[in-house]
């Protein structure tokens, strides 16, 4: 772990033997994600934490994938940190072949798509129907673009139960941020997961670069479009980064 990093109001544990730190940007990037700058009520205020709450345990779950099945394949986990937008898992030493490095990066997003089909499974649990539960984990986030049918038969049987609306918020909050911000963690941009996984794969990190710049403005522009500014920043930054590696790779190549 970085020194300068410290901080008296930073989180320090260990976790299954790894060093972890949660630096304070990190709730505060979170909040703001979850709406914070909106928020006129103590319901807007509930939102808020469940958000912070939902993803602080999904970005430290996709982080212990990585340093887990890392240490399994033969690297050498120094800590996890969450800091800023993202986490990050620091290695001393990568897994000695290239099959381990890349199980070891798709351990992250697969992980934290685990979580909510776990949270699914809890949910189902309250409903009378564990398996239930799974369906709407990995079918809700599609409710826009599903059949009209399937729409309806998802929301009677939310509506058929009993839930309070506290709960039924955490669970679907939950469940929501585990699936899309996997997938989100799989876009073959630097440096998330799909950027190393495609750059191990193909065995050229150049590609991902130049896929990173063009996927990331793509995106970027169109969260401009829709008004989306938090988004704009986070993508914007991800292009950037991706700039970055494209300079490095070009003069190396060079």
């Known amino acids: 772990m970085n020194s300068q990093n410290s901080h008296s109001w930073t989180l320090r544990f260990r976790l299954f033997g790894v060093p972890v730190q949660i630096l304070p940007i990190s709730w505060v990037v979170l909040a703001l994600l979850g709406g914070a700058m ?36 033969g690297a050498l986990v120094e800590g996890v940190e969450i800091a800023g937008m993202g986490g ?95 997938i989100f963690n799989l876009l073959p941009i630097f440096p998330l997961d799909g950027g190393k996984l495609l750059g191990s794969v193909l065995n050229n990190y150049l590609i991902p670069c130049v896929l990173g710049l063009v996927a990331g403005s793509a995106l970027a522009i169109w969260a401009l479009i829709a008004g989306q500014w938090f988004n704009v920043m986070i993508l914007g930054y991800l292009v950037f980064i991706n700039w970055q590696y494209f300079r490095v790779l070009t003069r190396r190549n060079g």
């Open 88 to 182: 990050t898992t620091s290695f001393m030493t990568l897994p000695p072949r290239r099959v381990g490095y890349f199980m070891m990066t798709l351990a992250g997003p697969l992980a934290s798509l685990l979580l909510g089909g776990v949270l699914g499974l809890c949910f189902g649990a309250l409903l009378g129907c564990p398996w239930a539960g799974v369906r709407y984990a990995y079918l809700m986030p599609w409710m826009e673009v599903l059949p009209y049918e399937l729409q309806h038969e998802l929301l009677l049987g939310l509506n058929a139960h009993e839930v309070s609306p506290v709960v039924l918020q955490a669970f679907t909050t939950g469940m929501l941020i585990c699936f899309w911000w996997s």
């Open 38 to 73: 909106g928020v006129t009520d103590a319901d807007g205020l509930t939102s808020v934490v469940i958000f912070v709450v939902a993803g602080m345990l999904c970005l430290l779950v996709h982080e212990f994938g990585h340093a887990l099945v890392g240490r399994s394949a």
